[in-house]
């Protein structure tokens, strides 16, 4: 038996772009609708003493011919601490035999794969040319949203919010080269009113974005709910919007779309499409806005490590 290798994040960033996370990500939520992959639900160990959670994150992917499991965490008081919030480990496996193929520093992995799910999104849901985008959080998973949906958009401008203004110019210092205008704004609504397509990326359980505060016509791309009890758009904004998930059990139980479901606001067939649907033909009727809802799928995080380790 050969001794598992072990990969870190600056090595995954070497060998994976934006780029290529898209492809992948796309391929696998293909793959994923078509029945070829198999992803048990996430399992999450709640620690509310220390506002945090971690994730067990299982998938077998056979075009990699892999199987495996994500260890991931949300822990919104570590940026304070001068940790990230989110930092996850992969196990793989050979899925014939069990033997550990690698051990892999997973943060990048998961920002590259959440950041390849707003691309996609954008790339499918949106026609405009060069869109404006407004980030309503200014953390790690902006920044990587902001990295794959320039692959896929050239964006006419970029409206920021976050509730700690030095996070906002912290985002702003960090990506300000890449774009011609990006503005740092007091609000929700200051941010949100010319947005085609707004992103949010907070660790909220509460609405902060309210009907009021957006356009009539947008694209939402709900990141930060990914798990029971999280929310960051007003329910209202959910009830009369066209509804994408990334998987529907999994939205309909911890991502955006949870607390609507709980309170019976919406049902979970009120659900148009799953990104694998539309990646694999399903249209939907056109509406002013969509929200998309991404929860993160374990099949997304095996599909780029295996990847990864075919390139190496
Ligand atoms: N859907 C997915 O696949 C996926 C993947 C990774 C992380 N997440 C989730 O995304 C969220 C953000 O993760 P991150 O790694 O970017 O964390 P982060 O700590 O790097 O960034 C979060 C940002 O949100 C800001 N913020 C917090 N509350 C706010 C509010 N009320 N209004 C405005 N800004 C506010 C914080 O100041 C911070 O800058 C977490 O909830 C995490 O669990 C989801």
């Known amino acids: 038996m050969s001794k598992p290798a072990y990969i870190t994040d600056q090595d995954i960033l070497k060998k994976i ?28 160990l709640d620690l509310p003493e220390y506002n945090g959670d971690f994730r067990a994150m299982p998938a077998y992917v056979p075009r990699y011919n892999i199987a495996g499991i994500k260890w991931v965490n949300s822990h ?24 550990l193929i690698a051990m892999m520093d997973a ?42 949906i320039q692959e896929v958009k050239k964006i006419n401008h970029i409206n920021v919010y976050d509730r700690s203004n030095n996070q ?7 990506i300000k080269h890449n774009l ?40 939402i791309i709900a990141i930060g709910a990914d798990a029971e ?8 904004i959910i009830m009369d919007a066209t509804l994408i998930v990334d998987d ?14 709980t309170l019976k606001k919406i049902k979970r067939n009120n659900i148009s499409a799953t990104l694998g649907d539309l990646l694999s033909g399903k249209k939907i009727t056109d509406n002013n806005r969509i929200v998309v809802d991404s929860t993160g799928l374990a099949i997304q995080d095996l599909a780029l490590a295996g990847f990864y380790l075919s390139k190496v």
């Open 107 to 148: 943060t990048a992995l998961t920002c590259l794969r959440t950041g390849a799910v707003g691309a996609i999104a954008t790339e499918l849901l949106t026609k405009i040319e060069n869109p404006n985008i407004a980030f309503i959080g200014c953390g790690k998973q902006a920044e990587y949203q902001l990295k794959c």
């Open 76 to 99: 919104k008081e570590n940026p304070a601490l001068g940790l990230p919030s989110v930092m996850a480990t992969l196990l793989i496996n050979n899925p014939k035999t069990g033997e």
């Open 180 to 219: 011609g205008e990006l503005r740092i704004r007091e609000s929700v609504k200051a941010a949100c009113q010319t947005a085609n397509i707004i992103i949010t990326t907070t660790p909220g359980t509460k609405a902060i974005v309210m009907k009021d505060d957006i356009p009539e016509r947008c694209l």
């Open 168 to 174: 906002s110019e912290i985002f702003a210092k960090n």
């Open 248 to 261: 529907i059990t999994q939205a309909s139980h911890s991502g955006e779309l949870n607390t609507a479901i």
């Open 229 to 236: 009890g999280k929310q960051e758009l007003d329910h209202s």
């Open 17 to 44: 772009t934006p780029a290529d996370a898209i492809r992948i990500t796309k391929q696998a939520f293909v793959d994923y609708e078509a029945k070829r992959n198999k992803m048990p639900e996430k399992i999450y």
